[in-house]
């Protein structure tokens, strides 16, 4: 893991201007918090993913070997990996890795891994907040699951495009649709 900055978040406004939250910030994990994040791993993959994948594996997800993951992980950082938290209130809501692509044949070489928060917590603008810490304007891709449409449309916001890459997610024999972000925002 490289080092995350932590930052206040901002949420938008309705009119579409931002406001300061003192409820929200992003700040790199410790490995005390793969409890935590093995059970909010769960309940954001059951919220986000009931009807797009089978029931039986969304049931199956076991919030303590998924811990267990995260403690490996954190632990042991992959090279080259950011991975950042969201909290409210002080506690983790989010999560984001990026890090380089795991795909033979990528697009760009950076890949937004994972980007997921509790729906409680959708539309507060903490989801822009632990994208923006982690990746900055670069280019980038990632893998979004076919019908995540609020998923799409976040990532649009963001300029990524769906560039008909698919691929099969195997542990649930669901498509995974390809969407990057080209050089035109890369900084770095
Ligand atoms: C994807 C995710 C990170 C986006 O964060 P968010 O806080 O929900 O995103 P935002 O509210 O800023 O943006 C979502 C956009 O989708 C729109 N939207 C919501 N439901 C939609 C739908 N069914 N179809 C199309 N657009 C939809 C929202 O209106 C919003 O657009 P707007 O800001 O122009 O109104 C978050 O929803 C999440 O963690 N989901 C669960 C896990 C997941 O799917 N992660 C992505 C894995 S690739």
Redesign the pocket.
Known sequence: MTDGASSDSVIPSPRGRTTPSPRYAVRPPAVSDAPVLGRIHVQ?WR??YAGLMPERHLAGLDALARGERWRQNLSAPEPATTTLVGTCDGEPV?FVVVGPGRDDQRPVETELR????L?A????????QLLTTALGERAAY????AG???????YR?HGFELDGGTKLHEPTGTTELRMVRQGARQTS
């Open positions: 954001i919220e986000a989010g994972v980007l997921n928060v729906a917590q959708h539309g507060t603008g903490l989801a822009t990632l893998w979004v699951l995540n449409a609020r998923a799409v449309a976040f916001k």
